[in-house]
Every structure is written in C-alpha cells, then in structure tokens.
C-alpha cells in the first residue's frame, strides 16, 4: 500500500445490475493535492465518491484511501473521510445547533455546544442556529451540511456538487471554506459541473464518460 497518495484507484469497476458505472478506472491522487471530479450526470462521479467514502464497494478491482485498503480497513477509512452528498442527513425537527450537538456528542467532543456555535458562524448560520430545519432553505440547508463535514475533522472531504443550490455568496463562502479544508492539510475531491469553480480550487483533474477516464 502506498503512504503517499491520498488516494489510489487501480482497474476499479462498480456494476449495478447490467449497468457499469465504472469501469477500469486506475488513477493516484498525491497526498497534499485535490482533484476535481468532472462530466456530464450519469457519468460515474457520485459513484465514485461513495467506493472512496466505503458507502459501497467495488465490484472488482484496488481501492486505496490514506494508505489504507477501502474494503478490508472500512470501519478506519470512514473515520478519516466524510462526504457532503445530496442526502443531507439532517434532522428535520431539531434546530441547526441541535443537529451539530448530536453529532459532536457522538464524536466525543468535550464541548459540543460551543463547538456547534463555532461552526454555525463559519458557515454563515450564526444567527440561525436556533431555528428548526424544516424551515430552512436548500441554501441553508447546505451549508449546515457543509458544518456537520467540518464538525468530523477529515483528512479527506469529498465534496459532491458543493456549489449546488447556492447563491453567488454562498458560492464565493464554499470556495473560501474548500480553500481552508486544504490549507489545514485536508485532502479534497471535489465533483462539479461548475468547472471553472473547480479548477480554481484543485490542481488535479478526472473527468469521467460513462465511468471510464477520459482526456477532458
């Protein structure tokens, strides 16, 4: 195994049925470096980031993530990733600070509450923390999600379509928190249809056709 990249797909194929989502896909990731995950819907992106995240595994092929193997080391792969997805996972009863209490008591945080309040105000929720998520906004609602992804601390994030549903200040405020994950070490993927968004915040570059690699 290798301790140096991030992430190391070797000949890796996912099938659902008939369908292959992926197919021989064999690409590494050095650590300190993101990769920006593109193509059209359909194309295999989301997929991808559930094999590196262990929501599903391979059909066939090497998946490598932080040096450790994605289906015989699971359970210690999923304590070093998260993934934003379009689940947002949250609790649709309780209000935003709630949701981020349970979460970091679950963690184990010696303040859960005043962690909570911290992450609220940086993803520009601090005055709403209070309030009940069924009222919030799809705007809102990502950027709460994005708080429970910090609240985890990962070494990698995967990020699938951050920019959805944002305005152009929740868009410019992703950007600036992609650009922190990876300042404090945190290794990123990040899949967008917006590209040139993408680009600006990752050196590397996959872009998938119906889950194969191909020269974008």
Request: hydrophobic share 45%.
């Amino acid at each position: 195994m290798s301790t140096s990249d991030a992430l190391v797909l070797d000949d890796v194929s996912r099938r659902f049925g008939r369908r292959w989502a992926l197919a021989r896909l064999s690409y590494r990731l050095p650590r300190g470096r993101s990769l920006l995950l593109t193509g059209h819907n359909g194309s295999g992106k989301s997929t991808l980031l559930r094999l590196i995240a262990t929501a599903t595994v391979p059909t066939a092929g090497r998946l490598e993530v932080l040096g450790m193997d994605a289906v015989a080391e699971r359970e210690q792969v999923r304590g070093q990733v998260a993934l934003l997805s379009h689940s947002s996972f949250l609790y649709e009863d309780l209000s935003a600070h709630q949701n981020l209490v349970v979460l970091l008591r679950l963690l184990g945080r010696e303040d859960p509450g005043g962690e909570a309040v911290a992450l609220l105000a940086r993803v520009g929720l601090a005055t709403r923390g209070s309030h009940p998520v069924r009222h919030f906004s799809a705007g809102m609602r990502k950027r709460l999600a994005i708080a429970r992804l910090l609240a985890q601390r990962p070494k990698l994030a995967l990020l699938d379509e951050p920019f959805g549903e944002l305005d152009p200040a929740g868009i410019l405020e992703m950007e600036r928190l992609v650009a922190e994950l990876r300042e404090s070490g945190t290794a990123v993927v990040l899949a967008t249809h917006l590209v040139e968004q993408g680009l600006s915040l990752c050196e590397e570059r996959l872009h998938l056709v119906e889950g194969r690699r191909v020269e974008p």
